[in-house]
């Protein structure tokens, strides 16, 4: 059976990126950038702090991680609960240590059901990053632009009600963006986005509503992608990073500051068996004076001081 030919019409196919949001641009030609207080590598920790409904929905798909047998999927649900009721906190007690401020993407849904999930992460001085809705609230092209923003719009004054503080950056589900992302991100006042992968450092993208700064989280050191995907245990993953970390001190000395995201789940990396490796990757980054622990908005915030804006 032969494919229709539409299938192979994309809607923005032409030569360069399919898009004019930024300039194709070579990492180690750029003019250096530099972390405040002489670091040569800064390390955001993300958390990713998400609730899944039981009843998945698979409009536009189904988000990574959701549920998977028949319904009432009971051993997936409390799998995932258990990262809000235990995990999270391992995580809280294993950044605590190392005096790490990081970057807690949340789910707007986590604020009304579990709203002293939302007071510790405040009291404990991290920042909240949106994190859409729930679990369900995925974007993908295709999707209705108003129904998107209105998605946008609900996470954001969620949370602003739930902290007091409107967050200042976005995480998509899987990462997933529509032709539109960008600039209603841009439009709804956010500073920074953490979606696209496709480099070290951050970068502005131009867009109709005005510039937002994307902050690349690196999926392939996710605890996500190594522990789980790969089934690598917690420490390949641990091992990974610090390899990781090397190369880029390394790289630093010779063409200017570098970033090295940490993307967990509590679900994940907040088991017993995985715990005690994170803290020792903690406490061996925390010691390393070419490395610093910086939020995502931190980064942002710094390259925009540094990056003309376009």
């Not at 399919?18 to 390390?43: I, Q």
């Not at 579990?114 to 994190?131: C, K, T």
């Not at 480099?199 to 510039?211: Q, R, V």
Request: with cysteine.
């Amino acid at each position: 059976m032969s494919l229709d030919p539409s299938y192979l019409v994309y809607e923005r196919r032409r030569r360069g990126m399919d898009h004019d949001l930024y300039p194709w641009s070579n990492l180690f030609a750029r003019k250096p950038l530099a972390w405040d207080g002489g670091a040569k590598v800064a390390v955001p920790i993300v958390v990713s702090l998400e609730w899944f409904p039981i009843q998945p929905s698979d409009t536009p798909f189904r988000a990574p991680g959701h549920m998977q047998t028949a319904y009432p999927d009971y051993r997936h649900y409390t799998a995932r609960e258990y990262g809000t009721r235990v995990g999270f906190y391992r995580l809280l007690d294993a950044f605590a240590a190392v005096d790490a401020r990081v970057t807690v993407a949340v789910n707007a849904a986590i604020a009304e059901r579990y709203p002293s999930i939302v007071r510790d992460i405040v009291a404990a001085g991290h920042e909240i990053a949106a994190h859409s809705t729930d679990m369900n609230g995925t974007i993908a092209s295709g999707m209705d632009e108003a129904d998107e923003r209105d998605l946008i719009a609900r996470a954001l004054d969620t949370l602003e009600a739930a902290t007091g503080s409107r967050p200042r950056g976005w995480l998509s589900i899987a990462r997933s963006q529509s032709w539109s992302t960008p600039g209603l991100l841009a439009d709804a006042g956010l500073d920074y986005m953490l979606d696209w992968v496709n480099d070290e450092l951050p970068y502005w993208m131009t867009t109709s509503a005005g510039p937002v700064l994307n902050v690349p989280l690196n999926h392939e050191l996710s605890d996500r992608q190594i522990v789980t995907v790969q089934q690598q245990s917690a420490d390949s993953y641990r091992q990974q990073v610090e390899d990781a970390c090397a190369w880029l001190v390394d790289e630093a000395t010779r063409f200017g500051a570098r970033m090295l995201p940490l993307h967990l789940t509590p679900y994940i990396m907040g088991l017993p068996y995985r715990i005690g490796a994170l803290e020792d990757l903690l406490r061996t980054l925390r010691e390393k004076p070419e490395v610093t622990f910086l939020t995502a908005g931190e980064i942002a915030r710094q390259t925009a001081a540094q990056l003309p804006r376009p």
